[in-house]
């Protein structure tokens, strides 16, 4: 049985279910199953496409985000490449069971990934002109000669200047489309994935004009149907993909995390000097990012990263460079600054709702080197801004430019396959439980390694019933065997 995997980057659960006008959409929901998908701590692409692929939280896989520490010093922060995964994922079962997989931007992606079929990079991709993207590297200058310079992303997607960035990303995904409609045509496969990346632009350049809660939403706003009228293109790009396959494969939709509003920024290391957690030497006359800031590390407890939630880092003895936290009170300084980042509040002076996790709470296993808390303010309502120099602890602008929507911790999926024995809305799947999920379905082994459940085992479809014959004999054979 083979497997198609439509993965919708930061795809909406209210979006996708609550449009009747997706009818393509709406015939999968029919055919199967559909519900909020749980994402990870932190909900963020990279690395929750992996954890979903390798059912392996973020613990396991020592990835924590786009960047990670690659040793205890004060910048060493590097960017996550493809390499970094080293888990067995989903299209590494196929393989060892002899099927042969595409794999079209599934993040991250770059170095291409040597998998058995084709695989095409993803949008941390530096340049698809001047450097192979796919493996095979032939597959490069095919995929060219189909739609010219192959778009992995939109260049410079946080603009003000709406008009362009939406035919850019409308661009962008009809040359996806174009090239993962070739693949699905002119490729040998059993197993095949993409992730397309335009929902998740479209989101965070669209959504206050889409979202009347949105702090910034203005009523009339040119762009309000913009994010609507994007996931209706899809939808008629997803029924042109459905009519490449055959009854006899497995279908599934799914988003790595959801949206949500952005109420605006918590300026996290401005907070942390305002404390007296993070010490500098000299304050900033202009907002400067971390790095250049000049920090006093002899006298510095923590400092934090900015990006969609934050990830905080204690200065201890013996670990970092200039540690200041004797080992034997890490524990204790790590409570109390959690429970002062439970305590932060909005402008208004009301609780912010602040949620913080302690990394070896929350993962099965800790490799590599973990933030000692993650911060989701405002419970993802707010941003984290890592600058210092700001004039007040919360701000409304992005310090990466305009930024309308923040990852919510709940995407969403869908599932249709044949004789499938799950129908309607269902409760309580985790993105961990998708592999394990697709695998039993499709009748292949599930790795030891996958942490995740099969949602199905054990759920007869109705088609596999006992008929009253053979029911009979049973039941005759059970009587005389005692059992009834």
């Known amino acids: 049985m083979k497997i198609l995997i439509i993965g919708l980057d930061c795809a909406a659960p209210e979006l996708l279910f609550g449009d009747d006008s997706l009818v393509n959409i709406r015939r999968l929901m029919e055919m199967g199953c559909y519900g909020r998908l749980e994402s990870i701590v932190p909900p963020i692409t990279v690395p929750a496409w992996m954890c979903m692929a390798t059912s392996q939280d973020p613990g396991l896989l020592g990835v924590y985000g786009f960047r990670n520490r690659s040793d205890y010093g004060y910048s060493s922060l590097k960017i996550v490449n493809s390499k970094a995964i080293r888990e ?23 170095p291409p990934r040597k998998i058995n079929g084709v695989s095409v990079g993803c949008f941390m991709t530096p340049d698809t002109n001047e450097t192979v993207f796919t493996h095979p590297p032939e597959m490069s ?4 000669r189909i739609v010219g310079k192959y778009p ?26 174009k090239v993962i409609r070739h ?9 095949f994935q993409f992730v397309e990346i335009g929902t998740d632009r479209m989101h965070h350049g669209f959504w206050k004009a889409h979202d009347p809660q949105h702090v910034l ?20 790009e997803i029924g042109s993909l459905l009519e490449l396959i ?33 010490v500098l030497n000299n304050y900033p006359d202009k907002v400067t990012p971390l790095a250049e800031l000049d920090v006093n590390w002899q006298k510095t407890t923590c400092w934090s990263e900015g990006g969609y939630y934050a990830r905080l880092f204690l200065n201890v003895k013996g670990r970092e460079p200039n540690g200041t936290i004797e080992p034997k009170d890490c524990l204790k300084v790590r409570d109390e600054i959690k429970a002062r980042f439970e ?77 499938f024995p799950l129908a309607g809305e269902i409760e309580g799947v985790h993105m961990l439980d998708i592999s394990p999920t697709l695998l039993d379905i499709a009748g292949y082994d599930m790795p030891d390694s996958m942490i995740g459940r099969s949602w199905v085992s054990g759920v007869s479809n109705t088609s596999e019933e006992l008929s009253e014959d053979q029911e009979a004999i049973v039941r005759e054979r059970l009587r005389g065997l005692g059992y009834i």
């Open 141 to 144: 200058e095919e995929i060219r």
């Open 88 to 110: 067995l994922a989903i299209w590494d079962q196929i393989a060892r069971e002899g099927k042969k997989s595409v794999l079209v931007g599934v993040p991250p992606a770059y």
């Open 246 to 278: 055959d009854e006899d494969t497995v279908v599934l939709v799914a988003s790595d995390h959801g949206a949500q509003r952005l109420d605006g920024g918590f300026c996290v290391n401005e907070w942390l000097v305002k404390e007296g957690l993070l």
């Open 152 to 177: 992995v992303d939109v260049s410079g997607f946080r603009t003000d200047n709406k008009d362009w960035l939406k035919d850019q990303i409308y661009e962008m995904s009809r040359k996806h489309f």
């Open 343 to 419: 305590a932060t509040k909005d402008p208004d002076g009301k609780p912010l709702g602040t949620l913080v996790f302690k990394p070896e709470e929350i993962y099965r296993k800790i490799r590599g080197i973990p933030p000692d808390l993650i911060v989701h303010f405002g419970g993802l309502y707010w941003r984290s801004i890592g600058g210092v120099g700001y004039p007040t602890i919360h701000v409304r602008e992005n310090d990466t430019g305009p930024d309308d929507c923040n990852h919510a911790q709940f995407g969403a999926f869908i599932l249709a396959a044949p004789n």
């Open 217 to 236: 939403h203005k009523s009339g706003d040119p762009h309000q149907n913009t994010i609507v009228e994007y996931y209706r293109y899809l939808d008629e």
């Open 183 to 191: 693949l699905m045509k002119e490729c040998e496969w059993d197993f």
